[in-house]
């Protein structure tokens, strides 16, 4: 019963530790897989993330103790208890790898923009009077991970200088060469994403 229970228990240190990261996982697994339309696809789930990881952290302390815990006098005198070395999949090991991975997933939206690579256009301006600089109100973007996506979505527009987004603030700014590309193509390459841009300054 007590193998049930801590495989249960490390299952759901999983599941959790995952979800409360899918919002920020979709983004970069969208860019890896180039089908950009579903980057924004959990952002809903970001209101639940201290919750999940919350949960994912309780989950994990609590499989941990039950590892950790001295036996008791009772079991110890147990005849029928046999003193096998436990499989790998219930071993302190097994449960140390899970740990480890599920602070990566938690830790995730810190770190996701190393999955971005920056922007590979050179732009070459001869007349300074060609740069403008746009502000867009974007909907959907709640982490570090969906700045990113943002950003390399219009950077991905030839003509791009430079493009940053922020989810605190619902904006992105974009200075672009409008000799060569327009705020509508970025516009457009930026609501491909499934971000939404609801707004020009």
Known sequence: MKTKSNKALVG?????????????I?????????TSGIASSFSWMEPFRPYLMGFTILVLGFAWYQKLKPRT???IECACEKDEKPSFWQSKKFLGIITVFAALMLAFPYYSPVFYPKNKHEVITVNTADIQTIKLDIEGMT?????????????EVDGVI?????????????????SKTSA???????DKTSYKVVGEN
Request: glycine content about 4%.
């Open 73 to 75: 006098l009772e079991e």
């Open 143 to 155: 982490c570090d991970a969906c700045d990113s996506h943002v950003a390399y979505a219009a950077q």
């Open 26 to 34: 979709t983004p970069v697994l969208a860019l890896i897989a180039g």
């Open 12 to 24: 759901s240190g999983i599941i959790t530790a995952i979800a409360a990261s899918l919002c920020c």
């Open 184 to 190: 509508e193509t970025i516009i457009q390459s930026i």
């Open 162 to 178: 430079e493009a940053k987004a922020d989810h605190k603030t619902g904006t992105a700014e974009v200075k672009f060469d409008k």
